[in-house]
């Protein structure tokens, strides 16, 4: 399995595309920006999305899902942050952008394995950034959403926040193999041991 990255404008969350390179089908985790700019740029890699999953429920990881779902692409997300699609949840309204309101076709209640064609999900429940935050484990690569970043973490002061419970999650993720690649919505990757050393969750 192979990933590609895209920082989707305008707001420049990450879209992380997991492919497998021989039958070139993708799964995407994330899609919050142009969705008509993340087909084009796969249709230049020939890759075709099967699934879009989501880390959560804020508007700048699901915005463009919304126009991959009216293809046909089920889009996932943890059952505690499904509602925020487009709704108040959403922070959409809070940061002066709309979004369309859509149900998700599949929810799980974390931890649980999906399998999706010859994809082994791993989803793991990290409440904390929101209630119903997961990341997604594929390959032994961690899709971490706004859970962990490279030297920081999701913040926990707007709607549906809990630093105590993201304490908790990180907790959880830093128990993972120290070879883990990290690849976060936002910035950077990382890996899981030197945010276990670096990350300044560790002062708190
Ligand atoms: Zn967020």
């Known amino acids: 399995m192979k990933v590609i990255t895209y920082a989707l404008p305008p707001l420049g969350a990450n879209c992380h ?29 020939g890759l075709q999305i099967i ?4 880390t959560h429920g804020h ?29 108040k949840g959403s922070l959409a309204d809070h940061f002066g952008y709309e979004t369309n309101f859509f149900v998700p076709d599949y929810t799980f ?19 904390g950034h929101t209630s119903g935050s997961c990341c997604f484990m594929i390959d032994g690569k961690l899709f971490s959403g706004d859970t962990l970043f490279f030297m920081s973490f999701g913040r926990t002061d707007l709607y549906d926040g809990k630093f105590s419970a993201l304490k908790d999650s990180l907790k959880k ?27 300044p969750i560790n002062d708190y």
């Open 17 to 45: 595309v997991v492919f497998d390179e021989n039958t070139k089908r993708a799964i995407a985790i994330d899609i919050g920006g142009d969705y008509g700019y993340l087909k084009s740029k796969l249709a230049s890699n």
């Open 51 to 54: 699934a879009a999953l989501l």
């Open 59 to 87: 508007f700048d990881h699901f915005g463009g899902a919304y126009e991959a779902q009216l293809e046909g692409i089920p889009v996932y997300i943890d059952q505690r942050d499904s509602l925020k699609l487009g709704g």
């Open 109 to 127: 209640t974390a931890d649980c394995v999906l399998k999706i064609d010859d994809f082994e999900i791993k989803a793991i429940h990290t409440p």
């Open 173 to 199: 993720l830093f128990e993972l193999s120290g070879t883990t690649k990290v690849y976060p919505g936002h910035g950077e990757n990382t890996t899981i041991a030197y945010e276990r050393e670096f990350n």
